[in-house]
């Protein structure tokens, strides 16, 4: 087969670019790059080859080999594991197949400062391309187990790529770097000093669980190693293996640092930044296992997108099993990474069998339970942290109301909201319950599109008025579990925008109702007219108690869907029937008494009709909906106000 030339798809050609001019400073962090791909490839083929056993590879000993060449000034990684076919190589390396990556691309060439691109690529990670930070160019020979030619594949990482096959490859990875010449000034250092190759391996790779080897030609400079290698004859020497290869979940706590965590981290989730949080959990007993999880710092682009994969990897007996097991994590705690190592599972241990299989159930209940212990520690011992999780996954945590009933108020505890309280600061459902006003039974809230929509809806009258606390949900998930979830201590969640509104104390509450009883012979013709003219658009037509300010607003019947979560429905493919809501005026406001007064006197006007029309047009208006004929109001609107002229 001829030489092929292929161009990279642009974001793939646009990330290269950008890490050919390097902006990231780490330039160390390539060869981690290099060996965690190495390493999840030896991963592949052992479990291929316990899958298929007519696949014919070698999988006694599987490894990884670095080697550097100083005269030539090259460095190579090279694996047995599974390798790629021609096609993979294409698709794999060619092109960038993950989500938002466009997205990334924009973000990084807007970011002003090298620290935000930092931190951008950190939350993104770069994988195979992070090697032109170092090299000018590089040459990927791969061969597929149980394929008999191999692929080369060779780019500068300017616009195109070459691919050829490799007859003689064999099989597995090997990737070499040209590196660039070393300038220590802008960290790039000498990469084939085998020095720095074990520095680098043991500070990011050292608990890749196969043996990561260095071979060094004997006219290296071997640094640290010099006196060791004094005498002996030219010629090449025996490998070393330069990382332990020690399970950290298995060593005991104070053995280990943050920073050999962090790598670990980094390895299973391809992030390049900290994890916020360390969850560990040993379990003794019968079914005994090691669990080491990580709350990340950032919330992954792809969290909320179909297909996103659970980042918790099953090990039995310290061999990797599978990478995003699902059945360990529930769904709203998708974002955790991290290891659970069994001790009493089978090796060949299957899918299916995990769905059914009691001790993961098992399993799957106290991981859970510990992650949301670990949120209310944070939460209690560090505030910041605390409110630096709820940003990033306070989201996708409220979808477990839904789901893990089991959990709820363990949930509900660990979950904050904003509320007319405080502008800035969150408030959790036990703060709100210890600042209820004498009288207040239940624990009040609004969900709307954004907290400015929500405050000036005029729902909020009332309680402002009274100076009651309402809570401002604005995530799509909170339209949802607030019908699910009962309550809170005791206290019932009662939105705004449904229902009658009953507030302030036993006296108040008595004076409001004959209050109330006396306007209702006032205005029952009014709404008996109203409710019959306007029909077909609201079920009801009655007098407000809770506007203050506003001439009419509408609400939702108490158990009934809301237009959002109507809209929701629909937005998932559902069919659902369109439900009437409840229009509410406010007999204090002139516009309502004028009303009432001119429909005692001239109840056959027309006119008093369309006013009565616009008045529900504003009422949806007000809470930020939208009118069923919007040329129309405009119309009406119009006429009147030529009439002032
Ligand atoms: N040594 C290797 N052996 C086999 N396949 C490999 C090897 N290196 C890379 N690949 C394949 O190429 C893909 C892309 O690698 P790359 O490092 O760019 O991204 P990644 O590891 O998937 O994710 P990330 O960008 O987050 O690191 C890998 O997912 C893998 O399928």
Same mark, same amino acid.
């Given at each position: 087969?001829?030489?092929?030339?292929?161009?990279?798809?642009?974001?793939?050609?646009?990330?290269?670019?950008?890490?050919?001019?390097?902006?990231?400073?780490?330039?160390?962090?390539?060869?981690?790059?290099?060996?965690?791909?190495?390493?999840?490839?030896?991963?592949?083929?052992?479990?291929?080859?316990?899958?298929?056993?007519?696949?014919?590879?070698?999988?006694?000993?599987?490894?990884?080999?670095?080697?550097?060449?100083?005269?030539?000034?090259?460095?190579?990684?090279?694996?047995?594991?599974?390798?790629?076919?021609?096609?993979?190589?294409?698709?794999?390396?060619?092109?960038?197949?993950?989500?938002?990556?466009?997205?990334?691309?924009?973000?990084?060439?807007?970011?002003?400062?090298?620290?935000?691109?930092?931190?951008?690529?950190?939350?993104?990670?770069?994988?195979?391309?992070?090697?032109?930070?170092?090299?000018?160019?590089?040459?990927?020979?791969?061969?597929?187990?149980?394929?008999?030619?191999?692929?080369?594949?060779?780019?500068?990482?300017?616009?195109?790529?070459?691919?050829?096959?490799?007859?003689?490859?064999?099989?597995?990875?090997?990737?070499?770097?040209?590196?660039?010449?070393?300038?220590?000034?802008?960290?790039?250092?000498?990469?084939?000093?085998?020095?720095?190759?074990?520095?680098?391996?043991?500070?990011?790779?050292?608990?890749?669980?196969?043996?990561?080897?260095?071979?060094?030609?004997?006219?290296?400079?071997?640094?640290?190693?010099?006196?060791?290698?004094?005498?002996?004859?030219?010629?090449?020497?025996?490998?070393?293996?330069?990382?332990?290869?020690?399970?950290?979940?298995?060593?005991?706590?104070?053995?280990?640092?943050?920073?050999?965590?962090?790598?670990?981290?980094?390895?299973?989730?391809?992030?390049?930044?900290?994890?916020?949080?360390?969850?560990?959990?040993?379990?003794?007993?019968?079914?005994?296992?090691?669990?080491?999880?990580?709350?990340?710092?950032?919330?992954?682009?792809?969290?909320?997108?179909?297909?996103?994969?659970?980042?918790?990897?099953?090990?039995?007996?310290?061999?990797?099993?599978?990478?995003?097991?699902?059945?360990?994590?529930?769904?709203?705690?998708?974002?955790?990474?991290?290891?659970?190592?069994?001790?009493?599972?089978?090796?060949?241990?299957?899918?299916?069998?995990?769905?059914?299989?009691?001790?993961?159930?098992?399993?799957?209940?106290?991981?859970?339970?510990?992650?949301?212990?670990?949120?209310?520690?944070?939460?209690?011992?560090?505030?910041?942290?605390?409110?630096?999780?709820?940003?990033?996954?306070?989201?996708?945590?409220?979808?477990?109301?839904?789901?893990?009933?089991?959990?709820?108020?363990?949930?509900?505890?660990?979950?904050?909201?904003?509320?007319?309280?405080?502008?800035? *600061?969150?408030?959790?459902?036990? #703060?709100?319950? =210890? %600042?209820? @006003?004498?009288?207040? $039974?239940?624990?009040?809230? &609004? +969900?709307?599109?954004?907290?400015?929509?929500?405050?000036?809806?005029?729902?909020?009258?009332?309680?402002?008025?009274?100076?009651?606390?309402?809570?401002?949900?604005?995530?799509?998930?909170?339209?949802?579990?607030?019908?699910?979830?009962?309550?809170?201590?005791?206290?019932?969640?009662?939105?705004?925008?449904?229902?009658?509104?009953?507030?302030?104390? *036993?006296?108040?509450?008595?004076? #409001?109702?004959? =209050? %109330?009883? @006396?306007?209702?012979? $006032?205005?029952?013709?009014? &709404? +008996?007219?109203?409710?019959?003219?306007?029909?077909?658009?609201?079920?009801?037509?009655?007098?407000?108690?809770?506007?203050?300010?506003?001439?009419?607003?509408?609400?939702?019947?108490?158990?009934?869907?809301?237009?959002?979560?109507?809209?929701?429905?629909?937005?998932?493919?559902?069919?659902?029937?369109?439900?009437?809501?409840?229009?509410?005026?406010?007999?204090?406001?002139?516009?309502?008494?004028?009303?009432?007064?001119?429909?005692?006197?001239?109840?056959?006007?027309?006119? &008093?009709?369309?006013?009565?029309?616009?008045?529900?047009?504003?009422?949806?208006?007000?809470?930020?909906?939208?009118?069923?004929?919007?040329?129309?109001?405009?119309?009406?609107?119009?006429?009147?106000?030529?009439?002032?002229?």
């Amino acid at each position: 087969m001829p030489t092929e030339t292929f161009e990279f798809q642009v974001e793939a050609r646009q990330l290269l670019q950008l890490m050919i001019h390097s902006i990231y400073s780490n330039k160390d962090v390539f060869l981690r790059e290099l060996v965690s791909n190495a390493s999840d490839a030896l991963d592949k083929l052992r479990i291929e080859a316990l899958r298929d056993d007519t696949l014919g590879a070698d999988v006694s000993d599987l490894h990884i080999e670095i080697e550097a060449d100083k005269e030539a000034r090259t460095l190579t990684v090279r694996d047995n594991g599974i390798g790629m076919s021609h096609d993979e190589v294409v698709q794999l390396i060619g092109t960038i197949a993950n989500s938002g990556t466009a997205k990334f691309v924009r973000e990084l060439k807007e970011a002003k400062d090298s620290a935000t691109a930092e931190d951008l690529i950190g939350q993104f990670g770069v994988g195979f391309y992070a090697s032109f930070m170092v090299a000018d160019e590089v040459t990927l020979v791969t061969r597929r187990a149980g394929e008999s030619k191999g692929t080369r594949w060779t780019s500068s990482g300017e616009g195109t790529y070459t691919i050829d096959t490799a007859p003689d490859a064999p099989q597995g990875t090997s990737v070499t770097l040209r590196l660039k010449p070393a300038d220590a000034e802008d960290k790039l250092y000498d990469y084939t000093s085998p020095w720095k190759i074990k520095e680098i391996v043991k500070r990011y790779s050292d608990f890749i669980t196969w043996p990561i080897r260095m071979v060094t030609a004997a006219d290296s400079d071997t640094g640290a190693d010099e006196e060791a290698s004094e005498g002996q004859e030219a010629g090449p020497r025996e490998p070393e293996t330069l990382n332990s290869m020690k399970a950290l979940w298995a060593r005991p706590r104070d053995e280990v640092s943050d920073e050999e965590y962090h790598e670990l981290y980094k390895h299973i989730s391809h992030d390049w930044s900290d994890p916020l949080e360390i969850v560990r959990l040993q379990a003794e007993g019968t079914f005994e296992y090691q669990a080491l999880l990580f709350i990340p710092f950032h919330a992954p682009h792809d969290l909320f997108m179909q297909g996103y994969k659970r980042g918790v990897q099953l090990y039995v007996k310290r061999v990797f099993i599978m990478d995003d097991c699902e059945e360990l994590m529930p769904p709203y705690l998708r974002f955790v990474k991290g290891v659970v190592d069994a001790q009493d599972l089978s090796l060949n241990v299957s899918r299916e069998i995990l769905q059914q299989d009691r001790q993961i159930q098992l399993m799957h209940r106290r991981l859970a339970k510990k992650v949301l212990s670990t949120v209310k520690d944070m939460m209690t011992g560090s505030p910041e942290r605390y409110a630096t999780f709820w940003r990033e996954f306070g989201r996708v945590l409220k979808e477990g109301l839904l789901s893990d009933f089991e959990n709820r108020d363990a949930i509900l505890a660990v979950s904050s909201f904003a509320s007319t309280h405080d502008k800035e *600061e969150l408030t959790t459902l036990q #703060a709100y319950v =210890e %600042r209820m @006003k004498e009288g207040q $039974e239940h624990i009040y809230y &609004l +969900t709307g599109e954004s907290r400015q929509a929500i405050e000036n809806s005029p729902h909020m009258e009332a309680f402002r008025a009274k100076g009651i606390e309402v809570l401002l949900l604005t995530d799509p998930v909170d339209e949802v579990w607030v019908d699910a979830v009962p309550g809170f201590e005791g206290k019932q969640l009662r939105s705004i925008a449904k229902g009658e509104v009953d507030l302030g104390t *036993e006296e108040e509450k008595k004076e #409001a109702a004959d =209050e %109330r009883e @006396k306007r209702q012979e $006032e205005y029952a013709a009014l &709404l +008996t007219w109203m409710s019959e003219l306007l029909g077909e658009h609201v079920k009801e037509v009655r007098l407000s108690s809770r506007l203050t300010v506003s001439p009419a607003c509408v609400v939702s019947d108490t158990h009934d869907v809301t237009p959002a979560l109507e809209q929701m429905y629909r937005a998932m493919g559902q069919e659902v029937p369109h439900v009437k809501r409840i229009l509410e005026l406010n007999p204090g406001h002139p516009l309502v008494s004028g009303l009432n007064k001119a429909h005692a006197e001239r109840s056959d006007d027309p006119a &008093l009709a369309e006013t009565a029309e616009l008045l529900h047009g504003m009422a949806l208006l007000a809470e930020g909906g939208e009118l069923t004929d919007p040329s129309r109001f405009i119309k009406l609107v119009a006429q009147r106000l030529e009439n002032t002229l």
